[in-house]
């Protein structure tokens, strides 16, 4: 896949400083970024991107956990149970998260959690983690049949 074809990211935050911060390092480092300002929105695009062929689907998603109306936990929830998108890797970053609320986001399948403030470098990592946790599992769903 040449470099200008990669799948892009969607960043998903209530916050523009935060979409415009990361949408700027990771455009720098050459990953596509789309982005959404809440979950609804982001879900939206989602349902668009696949049921157009012409457009890739998202390489991860990476939510804010707190957003009004639909928050990062309701967007993995669907993400997980819509056929078409289950499998695509997702990070939720939070400024703090109770042990609660990580069991929940682990039941819904989350592939990670990542505290603010973090650099760029240590949400790369995440996001590079949770990319071959689902090839892993894809590869492992594959082996089944």
Same mark, same amino acid.
């Given at each position: &896949? ?8 969607? $960043?998903?935050d209530?916050?523009?400083?935060i ?27 989602l ?18 956990? &707190? &957003? ?6 309701? $967007?993995?929830?669907?993400?997980r149970?819509?056929?078409? $998108?289950k ?10 998260v ?11 399948d989350l592939?990670?959690?990542i505290?603010k ?12 983690e949770?990319?071959?946790k ?6 492992e ?5």
């Open positions: &896949m040449p470099p200008n074809d990669k799948p892009p990211l969607l $960043l998903v209530d916050e523009s400083e979409i415009n911060v990361l949408q700027m390092m990771f455009t720098q480092k050459g990953q596509p970024v789309i982005v959404a300002n809440s979950g609804s929105a982001a879900l939206e695009l349902n668009k991107r696949v049921n157009d062929l012409t457009t890739h689907y998202v390489r991860a998603i990476v939510s804010d956990w &707190m &957003m009004p109306n639909l928050n990062g936990l309701e $967007l993995l929830a669907k993400v149970s819509t056929e078409a $998108l499998g695509i890797p997702f990070v939720l970053m939070s400024g703090n109770t042990k609660d609320e990580l069991l929940a986001a682990v039941r819904y592939d990670a959690v505290l403030p973090f650099g760029v470098q240590e949400l790369q990592t995440k996001i590079n949770a990319v071959a689902r090839e892993v599992k894809s590869l769903r594959l082996m089944q049949k």
